[in-house]
């Protein structure tokens, strides 16, 4: 059974950093792009960042570019999402999904329950 767990979402002040991790189980990680995407309430869950299954390719939406990095530790099946300078429209659920990488919350098969950040201005 695959399971995919979010942690180290809270709520933090504009400016602030958190680190976002994922640890996947059930699946052969290393095989697997992975995806964070962030839904607001009523929203779609849209991409914030993805990285190829062997962590040499990154995309990144255009709103978090030069503030968030995605990256993978395939030894440990683990990929984390480092937020820095958080601003208020980065509050949302994150969600860590695992699959091609795509851009599209479609190109993922396995998702996490989520985790909260709320960035208070």
């Known amino acids: 059974q695959v399971h995919l767990v979010e942690s180290g979402g809270r709520l933090v002040q504009t400016g602030g950093s958190l680190r976002l991790s994922c640890e996947v189980s059930?699946?052969?990680?290393?095989?697997?792009?992975m995806g964070w995407f962030r839904q607001g309430p009523g929203d779609e869950r849209d991409l914030v960042a993805a990285i190829s299954y062997s962590g040499g390719s990154t995309n990144y939406a255009d709103s978090v570019k030069g503030r968030f990095t995605i990256s993978r530790d395939n030894t440990k099946s683990t990929v984390v999402l480092q937020m820095n300078d958080l601003k208020p429209e980065d509050t949302g659920r994150y969600y860590c999904g695992a699959g091609s990488f795509g851009t599209s919350r479609y190109s993922y098969e396995y998702w996490g329950q989520g985790t909260q950040v709320t960035v208070s201005s």
């Open positions: 059930g699946l052969s990680f290393e095989h697997w792009a």
